[in-house]
């Protein structure tokens, strides 16, 4: 079965360390990963997706597949960075369904 | 256009009552989705369509939920006979096919069973 495990609830950095924000995957085939990020009062909204590898307002990720990992990581995290990060993931890209992580609750102190 | 919305934002209904909710995509989107989501948790799906077709049911989604979408359009969730359990947010997501699947989430209904 499909898993996606975001092990952090929560995660607070000071305003331009270094945040990284874990995933772990379980799946056989070959997933999609994507980063979906939710701040205050806002919706879901996507971040960034491993088949398109892009960076978006300053954060990376890369799938692993030996390490099942896709982790979002920022070198200088923002105040304005602030907010709720889910992982999800799609099985052999297909967009039937998409599984998500619990969620990461990133708090950056300025 | 302004998105995905959702009706109503906020639903309060005693045990044993059912309830509809409704998700208007993006217009143009094919795909759309619902999903649960509780405190503390991510977005748990519930179902998919493409257009009109019901192609996707999560096997944790009990016989008193139904979806529709009758003309590829609006989507309407119904919860008959509503438990204490079902108190969760209400999330619905539309795709434009080809786009990478890039979700696009409504608001949210929250519902409260009492």
């Known amino acids: 079965a499909q898993r996606v495990t975001q092990p952090e609830k929560l995660l607070s950095v000071f305003k331009g360390a270094p945040v990284e924000l874990k995933c772990n995957y379980s799946y056989s085939g070959s997933p999609e990963l994507f980063w979906y990020v939710q701040y205050s009062r806002q919706r879901l909204q996507l971040l960034l997706r491993h088949i398109s590898r892009e960076s978006i307002k300053g954060f990376t990720a890369d799938l692993n597949k030996g390490e099942t990992s896709f982790h979002l990581k920022k070198p200088f995290a923002q105040e304005e960075d602030s907010a709720m990060y889910y992982c999800?993931?799609?099985?052999?890209?297909?967009?039937?369904?998409?599984?998500f992580g619990t969620g990461t609750s990133l708090t950056v102190i300025p | 256009d302004t998105g995905v919305s959702q009706n109503p934002r906020h639903k309060i209904t005693k045990r044993g009552q059912n309830v509809t909710f409704r998700c208007d995509p993006i217009?143009?989107?094919?795909?759309l989705y619902w999903y649960r989501q509780t405190l503390g948790q991510g977005p748990e799906f519930l179902t998919y369509f493409q257009n009109e077709a019901q192609l996707e049911k999560s096997r944790l989604l009990s016989d008193r939920f139904s979806a529709e979408r009758p003309k590829g359009s609006f989507s309407t969730l119904e919860i008959q006979r509503t438990e204490q359990g079902d108190s969760a947010m209400y999330l619905c997501?539309?795709?434009?096919?080809?786009?990478?699947?890039?979700?696009?989430f409504g608001p949210g209904t929250r519902l409260t069973v009492l």
């Open positions: 217009s143009e989107h094919n795909r």
């Open positions: 999800a993931l799609s099985p052999q890209n297909t967009g039937n369904q998409f599984y």
């Open positions: 997501a539309s795709i434009l096919e080809g786009s990478y699947n890039e979700q696009f």
